[in-house]
């Protein structure tokens, strides 16, 4: 079945530093793939998405790239604030997975300090 | 303002006590979802629904139920036979299923915690 693994956290870093975390994915047709953020107590809001290899997600100076030769979907920022503070989750959808619904990783916890 | 409404935000519920939480979207969207959220950990489905008076079971669907009478709601009932129902609930749509790359959105998420 479907899975996606994400490094496990949580990640600490200061201000201004850079961010990677690393997603793969295991499917088994052509997934979409997907990162979402949860703040402290709140819902998961959507940070980007990309529908076929090669694609380029970006929003808010996230950016993570479709690598289907090494089924990865690594997030990354350049400039880390105290705001961007959260869990992040990977995420994958398949159609040809039975109930073509979203598969999510286990999370990611980034702190950044002041 | 479009979105997904979840009610109630705090719950508390004494053991053998079935509740429910509601969940309502006015984005007009087909397929609705609701996932569990352990503390510190990823989501799970419980139950996901693609279109009205149809509904599958998720990955954990033992000890809950759910109905989908109306496009625009999709309840979800705790029950009694639910072991260890204290978490985080996220209810979720998307305009159809996920899988051509639709986004699912999220609610703000219900507390549910046995006492």
């Known amino acids: 079945g479907d899975s996606v693994t994400q490094m496990e956290g949580p990640v600490t870093l200061s201000e201004e530093a850079f961010l990677t975390i690393n997603c793969t994915y295991t499917?088994?047709?052509?997934?979409?793939l997907f990162w979402y953020v949860q703040y402290p107590g709140e819902g998961l809001q959507l940070l980007l998405k990309?529908?076929?290899?090669?694609d380029k997600g970006s929003n808010k100076g996230f950016e993570a790239t479709y690598r289907k030769e090494t089924t990865s979907f690594h997030l990354e920022k350049g400039s880390v604030q105290v705001s961007d503070s959260a869990v992040y989750f990977c995420a994958l959808s398949d159609l040809e997975a039975a109930g073509n619904k979203l598969t999510f990783g286990g999370g990611t916890r980034v702190l950044v300090k002041p | 303002d479009g979105g997904i409404t979840q009610s109630p935000k705090y719950l508390f519920r004494k053991e053998g006590q079935n509740v429910t939480l509601s969940c309502e979207q006015n984005?007009?969207?087909?397929?609705m979802y609701w996932y569990r959220q352990d503390p510190g950990q990823g989501l799970r489905l419980i139950y996901y629904s693609q279109i009205v008076n149809d509904f599958q079971k998720g990955d954990i669907a033992e000890g809950y139920s759910v109905s989908r009478e109306k496009k625009e709601s999709f309840p979800l009932t705790v029950t009694s036979a639910q072991k260890n129902p204290t978490a985080f609930y996220l209810c979720?749509?998307?305009?159809?299923?996920?899988?051509?790359?639709?986004?699912?959105?999220f609610g703000e998420g219900s507390w549910l915690t046995v006492v």
């Open positions: 499917a088994t047709g052509y997934p979409s």
């Open positions: 984005l007009n969207h087909d397929a």
């Open positions: 990309a529908t076929k290899a090669d």
């Open positions: 979720a749509s998307s305009p159809r299923g996920t899988g051509s790359g639709n986004t699912i959105y």
